[in-house]
Structure formats: C-alpha cells, structure tokens
C-alpha cells in the first residue's frame, strides 16, 4: 500500500442528508419534485452530471453551468455555517494511524474545489492530505477512474498500490476502473448504496485500520 485515498462526502463527513435538503428545496423553488431514485442515480457524481440531468428532464431554462454555481456557493456557505456538522466517527483516528505509519493521503471527491476547501479548512485538515483532487479537476466523473487516478498520479504512485476508501456505488467501480483497491464504508444508516464490488466492506472505521489496509494486498 502505497496510498490512501479518500472520498469526502458521506466518507468523511455525513454531508448527504443536508446536500438531500438542500436539493430537495432548491428543485421546489424551481418547480419540480425531486425523487429519491434521483437522488440514489447521481450519488458520488458531479454537480453537472446532475443538473445537466434535470436540466434535460425537467425543461429547466437557464444554463447548466447556471444552476451549478449556485449550488457550488449556497451549498458552500451552508456547511461552513452548520453547527452539527462533524467528521465521522473513527475517521479522524484512522487518519491519524495512517499518518503515523507515513501512508501519504489524498482527497479525491465529487464535490466543487469550493465545497472541499470548505471542509478542509473548517475542520483544519489541510496539513493531512498531500493532494486534494476536485470533479472540477477532471473531465469525466465517477463512475469513470479520471478523478483517482489523477490522484495517483499527483502522488507519485502507481494505481495498483493504492486503496480508495468510497460510499458510493459510482465511488466504487471508479475505483475499481482505475485498478485501485476499494474499501466501501457502508456505516450510515441512510446509505442505501451498492457496494459489492468493493473489496471489502465495513459498517464502522473501527474495523479498519493500517494493518487490515494492507492485507487486501495479500489477496492477490
């Protein structure tokens, strides 16, 4: 193992029900109902992969790129004002374990460079990951592998050492796309997510931890 390489939302953070809310209210002020199955569709995607969706099936008016810079900066403004927002339990450890034993770590989320910075800073982790890849950053999202493997490639190593730990089921076959390693933590009682093509599957961080990262290497 030569890397670790985290999603933010709903891996680092429980963001997801307050990016659900947000949404939810954002497509009723336009005027349109929006589905669960929508929601579960565009899971660990770009914010515009789905607003190009609705945009689509929705006949909305203004341009894509429109409705994705206000979301980018509410949404922002939202998270760095919430006071119940926190790191997930046992995260924070885990990072710390890995730190400890010199693993170099990375985010490559989904979300805007704005949204990520936000959560950096706010939770003061800026001095923890050596790279923090964006779905700005690249041209095709998840499912696709362009977002980790950039971060592999900013890190200086080779995919097929490192392990990417996901939430979602477009999270985890990029991952496996980019010949990485996946773990899928599964320990939110919302997440209703399909992570079987994970290589392992945990329902708490307290089941992980450097050694068992390093093990999934031993399977080959």
């Known amino acids: 193992m030569d ?8 891996t680092l953070l429980d963001t997801e029900p307050l990016m659900d ?8 002020s336009l005027g349109f109902e929006l589905t669960e199955s929508i929601l579960e569709q565009f899971r660990g995607c770009t914010s515009l992969a789905f607003w190009t969706y609705l945009v689509r099936e929705f006949n909305l008016t203004q341009p894509v790129e429109e409705y994705v810079f206000k979301e980018k900066y509410a949404f922002s403004e939202e998270l760095k004002n919430n006071p119940t927002l926190a790191l997930i339990e046992g995260v924070e450890a885990l990072i710390e374990e890995l730190l400890k034993f ?7 989320s989904s979300a805007s460079r704005v949204r990520i910075n936000t959560i950096v800073e706010r939770f003061r982790m ?10 700005e950053d690249v041209e095709r999202g998840k499912p696709e592998p362009d977002i980790f493997l950039l971060a592999s490639e900013q890190l200086n190593v ?4 490192c392990v990417v730990i996901e939430d979602a089921e477009n999270g985890v076959k990029a991952a496996k796309k980019a010949g ?15 992570l079987s093509n ?22 080959e």
Not at 21 to 28: A, P, T
Not at 102 to 108: D, G, K, S
């Open 158 to 161: 080779h995919p097929s050492r």
């Open 3 to 10: 890397a670790v390489i985290f999603d933010m939302d709903g």
């Open 180 to 194: 990485m390693k996946c773990v899928a933590f599964s320990g939110l009682e919302h997440n209703k997510q399909n």
């Open 102 to 108: 010199e693993v170099p770590l990375a985010i490559a």
């Open 198 to 219: 994970a290589d392992l599957i945990v329902n708490a961080y307290s089941d992980l931890n450097y050694q068992v990262l390093q093990r999934l290497f031993e399977i």
């Open 21 to 28: 809310v947000f949404l939810i209210k954002s497509c009723r």
């Open 126 to 135: 800026g001095t923890n990951f050596r790279v923090t890849i964006s779905g």
